[in-house]
């Protein structure tokens, strides 16, 4: 199960870093659209937008990273974290529903939740 618990890690991490990136993305093409038009007022809600949205990208992706980041030193509070992200990525369909369900599944296990709460059972 330990093997699990490093595979929802990683994708916590990487589904994060997506979002991330996504958000860079957007941050990049609205500025330089927003640079590029003529008019002072689109130049403006481009470069609002821009900012706005990418801002909300990486607000939503840090705890990703910071829960990834608990699990792979097997902290409760980052196995609490994930599954509460968990319930939230079921509806980013699809890549979100199966990172959630897969990390859904994998926390819940006896061996997981003995593993977080220092239960003294070792991790297959």
Do not use: C
């Not at 994708?11 to 957007?26: D, E």
């Not at 607000?59 to 968990?86: D, F, N, Q």
């Not at 979100?96 to 991790?123: C, M, N, P």
């Amino acid at each position: 199960m330990e093997k699990h618990v490093n595979v929802v890690a990683a994708l916590q991490i990487g589904l994060s870093i997506f979002g991330i990136i996504a958000g860079v993305i957007i941050l990049v093409v609205l500025n330089t659209i927003g640079s590029l038009a003529g008019d002072h007022q689109a130049s403006f809600v481009l470069h609002l937008i821009g900012n706005i949205t990418a801002g909300f990208f990486f607000l939503m992706s840090a705890p990703g990273v910071i829960a990834g980041i608990g699990l792979l030193a097997h902290k409760e509070w980052a196995r609490i974290l994930t599954l509460i992200l968990s319930v939230i990525n079921l509806l980013n369909f699809p890549l979100g529903t199966a990172v959630g369900a897969y990390s859904i599944w994998a926390l819940v296990q006896d061996e997981v939740v003995a593993l977080f709460r220092g239960g003294g059972k070792k991790l297959e």
